[in-house]
């Protein structure tokens, strides 16, 4: 009997209509995720149009990658049930390490408060931030990036900062209404100013691809060693001051890398720091515009304002003259000419004393 004939004739329109449309489905989803993809340099001329391909993104990326975070939270519960025992202890074990790091800190914190209340130091504002999660994840040889659930909706612009609970992530470069992409520190598109704790020194963190990115235009001699700490050094003003980054180490090509603090575990819940400063972007409108756009002239003088510039006009022409006038005769007049000295007098030597006629007998 053939399947016409049988009793799935009437399933084969709908099974047919349902795979057509699960195709095309499909085809768009990828469309949108490789059009949400494009690299921030190549859609500079593109950016209403990469806005509404990231807002698509968002959206198909969340509902596809739902049944993925439910496996996880689901594999992280069954982890956390059988071994609360272990982590119990652990957790435990470092809670009593970090009573004494405790005390130290608020010691620390309040030693430092009176000091700046003394010097009369201006502290940094606390700067204000905003909760989201990665849906989306674009990888590439070079290119790393993330799709954020929060957008210019909430405050979000070019630029801003991003940290994960361990330290920072990366920076905001495509901001849409409910949506926005994140490029990560180890893209070879990021250029993050930091400095090393230890010395202070000012360096640049370069992103190369790989998960530990280089430290390049280290200045000074021995400034940098395995182990130190990596912080924001807010030059530029594109970040602020203090952010951690990460630790140092030897590469195996010879360069100073950092190992990251973000990449101790994956990237899902992240904080944009909602930072203003002049290392922001601003439009380009208003920076391409003329300085005195939009400013008035002053009125003219009155007779009697005239009258009274003209007056300081000329006697300061005239005590300008004057002054040139007396530097024009000193350097005209001849130098004086000092008296020689008088010559001393000759002396005559003293004649010789006659002897007695007694021969100096008494």
């Known amino acids: 009997m053939a399947f016409r004939d049988g009793p799935f004739e009437n399933l084969k329109v709908p099974l047919a209509w349902t795979a057509a449309v699960m195709v095309v489905g499909g085809i768009v989803a990828a469309i949108m995720l490789l059009l949400a993809d494009r690299p921030p340099a190549i859609a500079d001329d593109l950016q209403p149009a990469q806005a509404g391909f990231d807002a698509a993104a968002g959206t198909t990326g969340g509902v596809l990658a739902a049944p993925v975070r439910w496996t996880g939270d689901a594999v992280g519960f069954v982890k956390g049930y059988f071994f609360a025992v272990s982590e119990n202890r652990r957790l435990r074990r470092e809670l009593a390490e970090m009573s004494a790091w405790r005390d130290d ?21 606390p700067i204000e931030m905003t909760a989201g999660r990665a849906i989306t994840d674009a990888r590439g040889p070079f290119a790393r990036s993330r799709l954020l659930n929060v957008g210019a909706a909430k405050g979000v612009r070019i630029g801003n900062p991003v940290l994960s609970e361990h330290g920072l992530v990366g920076r905001i470069v495509g901001a849409a209404g409910g949506y926005s992409r994140m490029v990560l520190l180890t893209d070879v598109a990021s250029r993050i100013p930091v400095m090393v704790e230890r010395t202070d020194a000012r360096a640049v963190l370069t ?149 007695r006629p007694d021969g100096g007998r008494e």
């Open 105 to 125: 800190a608020l010691a620390l914190k309040s030693l430092n408060a009176r000091y700046e209340q003394l010097l009369g130091l201006q502290t940094e504002p």
């Open 207 to 355: 992103g190369d691809g790989s998960r530990s990115p280089r430290l390049d235009y280290v200045r000074g001699q021995g400034a940098v060693q395995d182990g130190d700490r990596i912080l924001t050094s807010g030059d530029g003003g594109g970040f602020p001051r203090g952010l951690p980054v990460g630790v140092v180490a030897k590469g195996v090509d010879g360069s100073w890398r950092v190992k990251l603090y973000s990449d101790r575990t994956a990237i899902d819940y992240v904080r944009v720091l909602l930072f203003q400063d002049f290392g922001q972007l601003a439009d380009q409108n208003a920076l391409n515009a003329p300085p005195l756009s939009g400013l008035k002239t002053a009125p003219p003088p009155t007779a009697a304002q005239a009258a009274a510039i003209q007056d300081v006009a000329t006697r300061r022409a005239a005590a300008a003259q004057a002054v040139a006038e007396r530097v024009r005769a000193a350097n005209a007049a001849p130098p004086p000419v000092a008296d020689a000295p008088p010559l001393p007098a000759a002396t005559q030597p003293a004649a010789p004393a006659a002897g």
